[in-house]
């Protein structure tokens, strides 16, 4: 079973650029969620997806903005780049169920820095 | 009320001692707590979880104590080994069971 992939793994932008991260699922999960990390914090909750609808936000300006793809995979988009969005961008997939137990399942990240 | 607070931020044991790391949590609508662990330049990977209603679970040498009445909750790793250096993530998911709200971590290195 492949794990969660995320491109690209560095990138460099200036301000006020767009930009746009991408990420495949775990094989078999069917819930995509995106994290931010600062240096030297815990992982932030942006958004999760699920069914192609965004099923949850965290406290994140409408310039970050999200898809999901039939086939589970995600985008992230940032617009109007601020240099505090300066982080590691965490992907995690996971398997929705009834009962709610939904094990997270991260990706290596995509290491963002504003200029 | 959406806060996990996590400490110490870091950590220094010698290899075969006992790592503790604790949280504390102000929101009783968080239903599952896990703790993740993460290597640099990887992203966090779930070493282990805990639901309110157990008091202690333990998986090899990781242990979660849970103290609902406190809102409390630690990590003890028993013979702790210098492949266990990393920092470690204090978790609780959302009632809406969207997200979890990370603790800010704790770095902690095992001496050999």
């Known amino acids: 079973e492949t794990g969660v992939t995320q491109s690209p793994t560095h990138l460099i932008k200036t301000r006020g650029q767009q930009v746009t991260l991408r990420c495949s699922s775990q094989?078999?999960?069917?819930?995509v969620s995106w994290y931010q990390q600062a240096l030297g914090q815990g992982p932030q909750f942006i958004f999760q997806?699920?069914?192609?609808?965004?099923?949850g936000r965290g406290n994140f300006p409408p310039r970050f903005s999200g898809l999901q793809f039939p086939n589970y995979s995600s985008e992230l988009n940032v617009n109007a780049l601020e240099l505090d969005d300066s982080a590691l961008y965490l992907c995690?997939?996971?398997?929705?169920?009834?009962?709610?137990?939904?094990?997270?399942?991260f990706g290596a990240g995509s290491r963002l820095t504003v200029l | 009320q959406q806060q996990v607070k996590q400490s110490p931020q870091s950590l220094i044991v010698q290899k075969g001692g006992i790592s503790i790391i604790n949280c504390a949590y102000e929101?009783?609508?968080?239903?599952?707590f896990p703790w993740y662990q993460q290597f640099p330049g990887k992203g966090p990977a779930l070493l282990i979880a805990?639901?309110?209603?157990?008091s202690e679970k333990k998986e090899g040498r990781f242990t979660i104590s849970f103290n609902k009445s406190a809102k409390q909750f630690s990590l003890h790793i028993m013979d702790s080994q210098p492949g266990d250096s990393a920092t470690y993530f204090c978790?609780?998911?959302?009632?809406?069971?969207?997200?979890?709200?990370f603790g800010k971590g704790t770095t902690l290195s095992v001496s050999s």
């Open positions: 995690a997939s996971s398997l929705a169920r009834a009962s709610g137990a939904n094990v997270l399942t």
């Open positions: 094989s078999g999960h069917n819930t």
């Open positions: 997806y699920y069914r192609e609808e965004e099923n």
């Open positions: 929101n009783t609508a968080f239903d599952y």
């Open positions: 805990i639901r309110p209603d157990v």
């Open positions: 978790a609780a998911r959302n009632q809406a069971g969207t997200a979890l709200i």
